[in-house]
């Protein structure tokens, strides 16, 4: 056995160097949010018993009604159960109530902010807020069910192993195999032909060459992957395939599942590379059940909402030279009995109007401003993980505007998305992270 | 053993590294912000729930990291899917590691990328999380004498890496073989 000497030095330099030395420990309150979450029961395998006893009660969100159970939540109607959003998936953050398309990655040391967006509502939008159905994501087989199902769909020979308990992986590790693993209450699955293409954490790739055999077109891409897609036993309602053939080397198609005729934001991907081989493909096994309908707030409530909670936004990265720190210039609602979250997409729940107190922070610099005008609001359905492990589909606004101002050099779309659930049936996780 | 008993040991296993646990998944997760992070380290938590019983004591750290590892893998192709979706949508900034963000010293940042997963996973669990090579045998799932070797390979790896780019390498390691 070597044993290693003189070379702490090296240690201590990458020690120096590591990524998080200036993020602050985690808090009490999220290291027990976590116990809580991983404690609370899993939701059980769906069934057709279970099925059946959702379909007739339809008032009755199971998941939801556990939740208000766990928490001591008191419905502010007592007809509709609460939904207590742990997170927002897909992307979406969860204090937000919804997704903001510009990628922010809160919570780094070296954040700052960058812009400041003010948004407008365009006088063509006049839709108001109507009602809107949740639905619970189930999952009618379990991982390592579809594992053996997937690794039929995708050739791969073998028993499921579980290397963890949950995670089901037909092949071996260095590819190809399929991967599947329940995440609230959620069986999502991947297929990676080879290991390397496994992993991330590698440099930012070299511009691609061009592959050496030819690519399927757009439309054989978008056939084979809903062909591919229903051999795996994936039947739901899909959307239209969307294509992106930017890459050279790859044709990447992205499959929205669509539940009561509207968009999801679960979606499936297949990559295709050269001949028509699948580079990599992934998804979810699930079926989306109805539970109860909510009020919805209207879009511009919605807008209102967006712009207390992105009305900065801040960004990783190299700090521009001269360019000060500075805190964000936002205005809070502070629900009676939670503590204010200061960091994007991490406040406390909105509440209707009149509840809460105001509060604004105000900028010691003046940051470059971004106006959107709002000129689409489409409701859709977005993903939220509820506190005690299960996953909803539950109604959003989908919005987008054009940008403009002095740092818009070039025609901007601005989308994101925002919870549409009326707020009073909605209850964020007690504290707000903050971090 | 009790249910109190394992809530106990449990609550106690999450207090005691559930940070240590967050910040591994943090520094690793590619645009991890601290709700992807707490997400992953839920994952963990209920896996290391779930299978309480089967974690060693003594060494549940590393247990924990080697959970940790695995959730990653699959939270990363999970992350590459969902970029792709929110970039049809409107132009996003550059995605950077979180490694490739914050680790100042660049010439330590391009070497620790030259050497391979294996090895860079390795010695950045010595540095970072603090394991001892008994440790990375459990979080790595190999033997101890294996994640001896690895670590030393990778930091002889890395210091000739530090040493071609002319970097301002630490003084030259010393190996000495001891039973």
Known sequence: ?435 | VTTVDREERFSRIVREHGDAVYRYLRRRHQGADATDAEDLLADVMTVAWRKLDDIPEGAEAPWLFGVARHRLSNARRRRARRDRISATMRPVPPSHAAEDEAVADLQLRAALWQLTEKEREVITLSAWEGLSPSELGVALGISVNAAAVRLSKAKSRLLELLSETGAESPAPAATRTVQ
């Open chain 1, 1 to 435: 056995v070597e044993r290693l000497d003189g070379q702490d030095e090296l240690i201590s330099r990458i020690a120096a160097a590591d990524p998080v030395l200036g993020v602050p420990p985690l808090s009490q309150g999220a290291l027990e949010r976590v116990t809580r979450t991983a404690m609370a029961p899993r939701p059980t395998t769906w069934s057709w018993a279970r099925f059946k006893l959702a379909t007739l009660s339809a008032g009755v969100v199971s998941g939801a009604l556990v939740v208000a159970g766990i928490l001591g939540l008191q419905a502010a109607v007592p007809s509709l159960p609460v939904f207590a959003i742990g997170t927002a998936s897909s992307g979406s953050h969860p204090g937000a109530l919804g997704s903001a398309a510009p990628s922010t990655s809160s919570g780094n040391a070296m954040m700052l902010p960058l812009l400041q967006y003010q948004f407008t509502v365009s006088p063509t939008i006049t839709i108001t807020g109507g009602p809107g159905t949740a639905y619970q994501l189930v999952s009618s087989i379990d991982a390592q069910t579809a594992a053996t199902q997937l690794a039929s769909a995708f050739n791969i020979q073998g028993a499921a192993t579980s290397p963890y308990d949950g995670d089901y992986q037909v092949g071996p590790d260095a590819g190809p195999y399929v991967s599947a693993w329940t995440s609230n209450g959620v069986v999502n699955w991947t297929y990676e032909p080879t290991a390397s293409s496994s992993v991330s954490s590698s440099p930012p790739p070299a511009p691609s060459a061009p592959a050496a055999g030819s690519l399927p077109t757009d439309a054989q891409a978008s056939s084979d992957a809903l062909s591919l897609l229903a051999s795996a036993g994936i039947t739901q309602d899909l959307g239209t395939p969307t294509v992106d053939d930017s890459d050279p080397t790859q044709v990447a198609v992205t499959v929205s599942m669509v539940v009561g005729g509207e968009t999801t934001d679960q979606s499936y991907s297949i990559d295709y590379g050269s001949d028509g081989t699948v580079q990599s493909a992934s998804g979810i096994f699930a079926t989306a059940v109805a539970g109860a309908t909510y009020p919805t707030i209207s879009p511009s409530d919605a807008i209102s909402i967006l712009q207390e909670r992105h009305g900065f936004i801040i960004d990783g990265g190299v700090q521009p030279e001269g360019t000060p720190v500075l805190p964000p210039t936002t205005t809070t609602t502070i629900p009676a009995g939670t503590s204010s979250g200061s960091s994007p997409g991490s406040g406390p729940t909105p509440i209707p109007p009149g509840t809460g107190t105001t509060t604004t922070t105000t900028p010691t610099a003046v940051l470059p401003v971004v106006n959107v005008e709002i000129n689409q609001a489409n409701q859709q359905l977005g993903t939220f993980s509820m506190t005690d492990g299960t996953s909803w589909l539950l109604p959003v606004w989908s919005l987008s505007g054009p940008e403009s101002g002095p740092t818009v050099t070039a025609p901007a779309t601005y989308s994101a998305s925002v919870l549409a659930v009326d707020p009073q049936y909605v209850q964020i996780q007690a504290e707000p992270l903050v971090y």
